[in-house]
């Protein structure tokens, strides 16, 4: 029995290095620009099928897939919402330094706004990968499921801090499992909010029916 997940623990470990280094070789053949958002999808997709399960898929032929199929609809959704957060960030910015009090008043808006924007961008791969639906659709999704089981939100937050805490403290982990451990943490608290959604649709047929 103890060998048994000592495999299974090993077994994890190596698959999820091997998503990682997926992710990064798929990121610098779409030039990274191009690359990046489509690997994370890829990502993502795998991680999913093995905590739903789907543990014995072809990795590399699944990522290939998904990483062709979501080339562009990825890149529009990921740069997006770069973009929405560089413009927040830069006024954030403006609004730090400039002295005008108007100007600054603005400044605690925006972080508030910028801040869940943050939050919101956790749930947008899980969304996408899970549900398939429109890029408006996966925004808005993920800005409502912020809500829908706060206190694992709150636990998905903390624990992403502490991972990054990690990555940064040794940086040498993050070309080994830095982007599939991150996807690792996302997707599992993810499914736990998507079990609660689930739960509360079932719920509200029962009153219809």
């Not at 990682?20 to 489509?38: H, T």
């Not at 072809?58 to 740069?79: A, D, Q, V």
């Not at 830095?178 to 943490?185: K, L, T």
Request: charged share 10%; net charge positive; aromatic share 20%.
């Amino acid at each position: 029995m103890a060998m048994e997940r000592i495999y299974y623990f090993a077994d994890s470990i190596i698959r999820l290095v091997y998503v990682n280094l997926l992710a990064i070789l798929f990121s610098l053949l779409g030039l990274v620009v191009f690359g990046f958002f489509p690997a994370i999808v890829a990502t993502f997709f795998i991680i999913k099928k093995w905590l739903t399960g789907f543990s014995d898929i072809h990795i590399t032929k699944h990522f290939w897939k998904i990483f062709k199929k979501e080339l562009i609809r990825s890149n529009l959704l990921g740069w997006l919402l770069t973009l929405i957060g560089l413009f927040l960030y830069i006024n954030m910015s403006i609004a730090e330094v400039i002295g005008h009090s108007i100007v600054q008043y603005s400044y605690y808006p925006i972080v508030i706004v910028f801040s869940i924007l943050i939050c919101l961008c956790l749930f947008v791969m899980p969304i996408y990968v899970y549900y398939r639906v429109s890029i408006f659709a996966t925004i808005r999704n993920a800005f409502f499921l912020l809500f829908v089981h706060p206190l694992n939100t709150l636990f998905m937050l903390a624990a992403t801090v502490l991972f990054f805490l990690f990555i940064r403290i040794i940086p040498g982990f993050f070309p080994i499992i830095g982007i599939s451990g991150f996807a690792m943490i996302i997707m599992w608290f993810s499914l736990r909010t998507f079990e609660r959604v689930d739960h509360m649709q079932k719920e509200e047929n029962k009153v219809v029916n």
